[in-house]
């Protein structure tokens, strides 16, 4: 296997990554995270018009890319800026448009004049789609849902939101998609920045995208795990080289802390723990639309949910007190982190995951 970015990939990441340094520092970013929208629409244009948007999805599908590569490949980019645009509810939602056949839709998507959202999950299930309780119902020429969805990521500002409910009939239940216009959201910053909400959903009117396409949801959110460990890697290899930068800089007893051998020994764990999880991600990206999707893709989200907490606890000890600073940008690369571990899933939904798929695994 050869691990090293294509050409194509390559010029992908160094425009994304000159694009951020130029348009996205941090104080940028972190009046745009917290205030709503809860991110920064002319930031949102440029990414559009410079074609990240339209990577998430295939040519066939009137998109760029569509590879688990691409995504991944994107997604260490913003998590080295730290971005906190709504690219992971984008991603969810634009996947599951394309699948469907939505081409009226996806182009909206890609050229940033429409944003889409999947709300999946609920209060009581944070990674299990057997655990969803909300429900719809035919009505006229469309569906009546109800119940609540909770973490939508980004949801506020969002136009196009996909809605995850149950279908009963005579041969049981299915999990059918629909779109939901502009719904009534509870929305709010997450801890670390970006928009999310709650939806209520009684009584609310949609149209049905497909009334049995629980794989293709599945597939999505894997999918999306997978954009949020290359987030981590880059977050943390950003992390690490401001650790390491803050050291050289810093001085005691007249000599920089880097200069200090248990420091370096820190350091070196640190790095070994980001490479880890740099392996994990890029195993799971090869085993995207394979039968070992699932259980890699849950091995590489508790693996990074317990590597990112761990570096970015030792990145704020080796700072100091500036680690906890809101100016620094280090507190924000660390809170980013530590945020990862829960969206999605966490490590410990994902190691019961691990352990559901384990008599599939051994058969095949």
Known sequence: MDFNLSEDHQLLSGSLRRFLAANYDIETRNRAAFTAPFHAPEVWSGLAELGVIGAFVSEEQGGFGGTADDVAVIFEELGQGLCAEPMLGTLLGLRLLAALGRSDLVGRVISGESRAALAAFEPQAACDLFCLDASARPEGDGWRLSGRKSAVYGAPGADLVLVAAR???????????????????????MIDGGGIADIVL?????????????????????????????????????????????????????????????????????????????????????????????????????????????IAEEAIQLHGGIGMTWEYPGSHYAKRLVMIDHQLGDRNDHALRMIRLQPIAEAA
């Open 202 to 310: 009684d009584g609310l009117w949609a149209e049905c995208l497909s009334p049995d396409c629980g794989g293709l949801i599945e597939d999505a959110l894997d999918l999306g795990r997978i954009a949020l460990c290359a987030e981590a890697v880059g977050a943390m290899s950003h992390l690490i080289e401001i650790t390491i930068d803050y050291l050289r800089q810093r001085k005691q007893f007249g000599r920089s802390l880097a200069s200090f051998q248990a420091l370096q020994h820190r350091i070196v764990d640190m790095v070994v723990e980001r490479e880890q999880c740099r392996s994990i991600t890029i195993a799971a990206v090869a085993a995207y639309g394979t039968p070992a999707q699932a259980r890699t893709v849950s091995m590489a989200k508790n693996l990074i949910g317990r590597m990112g907490s761990k």
């Open 167 to 189: 279908i009963t009939g005579a041969d049981g239940s299915t999990l059918g998609l629909f779109l939901v216009n502009q719904p009534d959201l509870i929305a709010a910053p």
